[in-house]
Structures are given as C-alpha cells and as structure tokens.
C-alpha cells in the first residue's frame, strides 16, 4: 500500500487542502475561502473536515502517515503556537497545533508558509537536485527559507529564514518589522505598486498615471504589463526589484556559498523584467559567485556552479510541502 | 594515554605551531616569523620541522591524532588547494596540503583561517556551550564563519562564511572583492584608519590630524586611543563601526536565527566604543533579535536568548581551532 499524507495551505483569503501519494500526486485537493471573518474556530473547523475526509476516502488504498499545516506567520515550533501572523490577526498567540490535534485526535506537523513553499520545491520543484538550497518568495511581502542537507533551517526560536527583511538599504523605506530598507519594501507586490505610486506622484511616469487613474485595480501585475510593453518607468521599476534582490542573494552566496536559491511568488512572474539586473548585481558583488561561474579559474571536478532559478511549483509549491512534512518525519 | 594534535596559524607574518592536548591545553607552543619573502617552500619546510619536533616531542606521552592547519585564504577543500591569498601572494593555486603531507608522510587538515578562529572559540572560548553561531573577526581585513550543528558550514565550494564581504551600503565604498559598500570597508582595522583619514582630509577632525601628523605609525589603535581619551570625531569613526556590524548582524540573526554571535579580531579591543551602537542597530533592525530578548512575550520555556559577544581565546582562536581541527574528524 502506498504511503499519502495530507498537506494544508493556509492563507489569509483562500485555504487548500490535499491528499497527496509517495511520488507527490495530488490525489485530490479541496479549495475553500478562508472565510478569515468567521474567526480562527470556524477556519479550523472547515480545515479538520477537509483533513478528515480526504483522510477517510484514500485510506483503504493508501497509508496515511500523517497532517502537515503551512500557516501565514511565525510559529514557535516547540509549542505549537502561532507568535505573529498577519493575514490572519485574530491567530496570534493561538495553540493551533494543540487545536487541531484535539479535534483530530492524531498529531499534526506545523510549518511556516514560506518554509513548507521551500519544501515543496526542494521535494518535486526547482530544488529536486539539490540539498542545500534558499527561497524567497515575492508576495505581498517577501518570505524566505533556508533548506541545508535537506531540511528546513530554523534556528534557535524557529523564525530563521526571514530574507525578506534583510537590510538592502539601511537608510531606505521604513518597514513594517522597525527595520529599513528590507527587501521586502523592495521586491514585493506591494513594493512594486508603491515605488509606481512613487514615480507617478514625481510625475515622471505618464503611461502609469494613466493606467492607475483608468484602472480602480492597479496593482503590481499592472505595472508588469507595463514593462512588458515597453513603458520605461515600469521596466525600471523592476530593474529596482533586480537590483534589491541582487544584492540579497550576492550576501547569501557569500555568507552561505549554497548550490541553489530559488525565487518564487506571484511577482517572480516578471523575471524576463528583473533577472538581467540581478545576475548582473550577482556577477558584480559576489566573489563566491564569479568564482562559481563556467568561466573562472576553478579545476574541473571541484566546480560546482551557482543556480539562480525561477521555482517552478507555482502556488502548489505550499500546498505540496505542507504534505511533505509528516513524510520526512 | 591522552590524545594530542599539532595546530598551525599561518599568517601574514608570524606562524605559530602547537601541540594541544584533548583538552585543550598548549603543551608548547613554537613561534617563527614567516618569511613570506623566502618563499613559500621555506615556510613549508620551517613548518614541517616544526610539526614534526612537536609530533616526536610528545609521542612518548600522548597519542598524535593529526596535524590542522589554519590558512589566510581561500581553499578548496576537495583538492587543498590554496585559491587565493592576500596575505601569502605566491601560495595561490598551490597545493599546499598534497606537499605538506608528503613531507610529512601523513595527512593534514586544512581550513580557512577565520574558521579556524571560529573552532577554537566554539571549542574553548565564548561559544563552549552552544551548537550554533557566527563569528566575525575584524582585523586587517574582516573574516567570518558559521558554525552550524558544531561544525564549520563550508557550502559548496568551501568558500562560506565571508561576511566581510556583505553589503552593509550597497552604494558604500569600493571593495577589493569588486562589491561597494562590504563590511570589510566599515570595520576593520584598515577602515577605522580609512574613515580617520577622510575625517582628517576634510578638516573636521583637527585632534586626530595632530595625532596623524606627530605619529608615523598612525592606525586604528591610535584611533582607538583618543576614542578612549573623549575625542568625539574618533568616537563617530567607532559608532559607524558599531552600526556596519550591527547592520548584518541584524540580517544574520532574520536569516539563520542563530544563537550566538562572536566578535573577535584586533579591532574588537575596542568593543566598548561601537558596542552600544551595535545593539542599538539590532534592536531596530531585527524582529527575530527583538523577540529573543529578556522582556519579550515568548513563554519562558521556548525564550532562549541571542548572545552577541565579544571572543575570548584573542589570538590563540586560531592556533586552538587548527588543532581542533583532527580531533573532530
């Protein structure tokens, strides 16, 4: 009988859950709102529903090693409890895990999202190949994760792997976190329609003023669209996002020298926009990096050479970590 | 019979060779100039002499479990070659473990200096207690290492750990490693004499112009003194000092979530001079830190502190750390 385990993306308007086999099949996936105004009981309540279900109906076919859960925050991993998140507000200082398993009566594993993303890639995504590698993912805000010899890193409190609020500029826009400058005001999509807001408020960009005032929706997919076409504020505004996320990555070359970093998100659509600046931020600031590439110095057994890759999951990336969880237990 | 290895630190310009017993202690130590001008077959053949008096010296006592060797510069560790040298220019490219193990006829261990350091600290110094930790020595230049699970975290190619050369301002100063902005150009000794130099040159630093002007051995130590003495341009020189390192401690405390973080080198001295802002940066700058602290909102058994600490074992972090070295193996 085949092991399969099920695995929850939980986000802050939509929640997935899935059944997923050995070889990483989705054997089925439930799609519910979250319906985050009904409160934390009513989303855990359609979550063990899902989980049951899917957990009855391919249990005489398969073995189900367990729940995995990728939860929107920071969760402390020895209690179970979600510190901090802020899709979901009334979640803080809330023993999910505990809840859960009560209502369940099994255990079940808890993950970061922006981790359980990471694993996903790691399992069957741009990852498959490597043990060691780091993802950022371009939402709203910018998550992170660092997978070394396979597993996630999460450090002494559990909160490892926050690239997104990493220090690009110091002295740059004030973030959320107290910090300045981090990526995440940089590399988002929200940092992509702030900085549009920015340059049509300068009024050098009259394309982008016309696209917001005509578009109730302007958003940073807007902006793509925009550079795709050839608006020359819109391209540089994702040369900004190149520039931001290239000078992070040539950090965590240096630092942490990983065969592969891996970037994912919504806004990691517009890498045709961005990556040129970043590689040409990679080759510029990292030493480790050039001497990584196929042109340096290095003999040949001992090159291994730095990948700097789209994931390739897409919003599944979660979703199949999040199952993967209880299977590496 | 109790174990002993020999430990090198090659340096620049002095070479220290030991016998350290399994505890740690320094049965002898032999002390030699370098020699870099002789050549590097000469300072081969001193260190071999060396190790191999140490080796027979207590062999009567002790059992030899092997030779570590602690080398200012990059080194694949697959081959043992010696990439690059700043200090040791005619040692690139030279396979420096394959000839000392020939002559020695047995093998020997090599590693990156600033790891070493970071061996030794995690051995017998500021990081005894603790798996996890970063350590930063800032000197000539500025080195850096992670120690992760206990043991050096190489990456791929051996080249992690050079925090040195992180961006702190992305548009900062010129680096030799060709990024603008590294710490190496905040913090270490060179820097502290570089931004004495530009305080001067601008006219707003008279005392420490009469201090250039009356010593020809002018440097960060001279600096470090009016510093002490109340000079407020030679106390700025320190508080940019303290906020270049509290700028990416603060970014690797969010991305790896470590336990500790050490601070060595000769420009560590003056610890209390950038100290202050140093933790000032990482309570602005950093969530993660910020959440590790004593008055957080973290249940006391998950609240475990990030240590920032000065190193303990000075100059001996080296040699200590090369010994170090085979008994991990």
């Known amino acids: 009988m085949p092991d399969f385990a099920v695995g929850v993306d939980l986000g802050g308007t939509n929640m997935r859950i899935a059944a997923v086999d050995e070889s990483g099949k989705q054997l089925e996936v439930i ?19 899902a989980i049951r279900a899917l957990g009855a109906k391919f249990s005489s076919t398969h073995r189900l ?29 809330y023993p999910v895990r505990e809840e859960i398993q009560r209502r369940l009566g099994t255990s079940v594993m808890l993950e970061n999202d922006a981790n359980a993303a990471a694993l996903g890639e790691k399992w069957l995504g741009a990852g498959r190949d490597v043990e060691d590698m780091c993802m950022i993912t371009l939402g709203t805000g910018v998550g992170g994760a660092v997978v070394l010899n396979g597993h996630i890193w999460h450090g002494m409190n559990g909160m490892a792997g926050e690239l997104g609020h990493m220090a690009v500029y110091p002295d740059g826009a004030q973030c959320g976190c107290s910090n300045r400058g981090c990526l995440e005001q940089y590399a988002s999509a929200t940092a992509v329609k702030r900085m549009a807001v920015e340059k049509i408020a300068s009024g050098h960009a009259p394309e982008l003023a016309r696209a917001m005032s005509e578009n109730p929706e302007f958003s940073a997919k807007v902006v793509f669209q925009y550079a795709i076409q050839g608006d020359r504020q819109a391209q540089e505004i994702f040369r900004a996002v190149g520039r931001a996320i290239g000078i992070i990555i040539a950090d965590m070359i240096n630092v942490l020298n990983l065969q592969m970093y891996v970037i994912g998100g919504g806004v990691s659509s517009a890498w045709e926009m961005f990556s040129p600046t970043l ?48 299977m590496m237990r």
Chains 1, 2 share one sequence.
């Open 279 to 326: 590689f040409a931020e990679l080759r510029h600031r990292s030493f480790v990096y050039r001497a990584t590439e196929p042109d340096n110095n290095l003999t040949a057994p001992q090159r291994r050479k730095t990948i700097i890759t789209r994931a390739l999951l897409g919003s599944d990336a979660g979703l199949i970590g999040a199952a993967r969880l209880p």
């Open 65 to 93: 090693v367990g729940t995995g859960i990728g939860v929107p925050g920071i969760i402390d991993m020895e209690s179970g409890l979600v510190k901090e998140s802020p899709n979901l507000p009334d979640w803080a200082e």
């Open 31 to 49: 799609s519910t709102s979250t319906e985050v105004k009904r409160g934390r009981d009513s989303v855990v309540s359609d979550m063990c529903d």
